[in-house]
């Protein structure tokens, strides 16, 4: 069974930085895209940034210059390192992955639990 576990988050003030990590567990053949997504109060899930398995990245506007999504593929880890935090980054971000658990079975996608992420002003 496969299980995306995020962890990081937590309360800084504005401008502060936070490092997420999501660490995938269980039995897995190769990963794919690697993704983070947040959701704030009384809005829709965002995707946030992702990493291809080749490395390429892409960011929201909002984020870019600011966070940097990176990928450690001998640990099976996603990293989102976040600086110049502001209050509207706020919200419950998640990891998402597109797994593949065996050869010559097609991909899955998985969704981490969240993780807090709260920015005061």
């Known amino acids: 069974q496969v299980q995306l576990v995020e962890s990081g988050g937590g309360l800084v003030h504005s401008g502060g930085s936070l490092r997420l990590s999501c660490v995938v567990s269980?039995?897995?053949?190769?990963?794919?895209?690697m993704n983070w997504y947040r959701q704030a109060p009384g809005k829709q899930r965002e995707l946030v940034a992702v990493?291809?398995?080749?490395?390429?990245?892409n960011y929201v506007e909002s984020v870019k210059g600011r966070f940097t999504i990176s990928r450690d593929n001998v640990k099976n880890t996603v990293y989102l390192q976040m600086n110049s935090l502001k209050p509207g980054d706020t919200a419950v971000y998640y990891c998402?992955?597109?797994?593949?658990?065996?050869?010559?079975?097609?991909?899955?996608?998985?969704w981490g639990q969240g993780t807090q992420v709260t920015v005061s002003s």
């Open positions: 269980g039995k897995i053949f190769n990963i794919y895209a």
């Open positions: 998402n992955e597109d797994i593949v658990t065996s050869a010559y079975v097609p991909f899955k996608n998985y």
């Open positions: 990493i291809t398995s080749g490395g390429n990245t």
